[in-house]
């Protein structure tokens, strides 16, 4: 099995968040289709997404709209 590529891979909902998780553009795009045009990374929640604990981009973008208020 290769390694999830973040800057090209395609993220879906069930793509899991990993060691070599990084922050690119390709995430950003996926969390402002998934929460909308007020998307916006913050140190409190990079610090959730990598806290090592398993998690789907899909439950990341749900934590985002739960902290966000929608």
Do not use: G, I, P, Y
């Given at each position: 099995m290769t390694e999830f590529d973040w800057?090209?891979?395609l993220i879906?909902?069930?793509t899991v968040v990993t060691e070599r998780y990084?922050?690119?553009q390709?995430?950003?795009r996926f969390?402002?289709?998934a929460c909308g045009s007020?998307?916006?990374f913050d140190r409190a929640?990079?610090?959730w997404v990598t806290d090592g604990t398993p998690k789907s981009m899909g439950q990341v973008a749900r934590?985002?709209?739960r902290r966000n208020g929608q």
């Open positions: 800057h090209s891979d879906t909902n069930e990084r922050n690119t390709n995430v950003r969390m402002t289709a007020d998307f916006k929640f990079m610090a934590e985002w709209l």
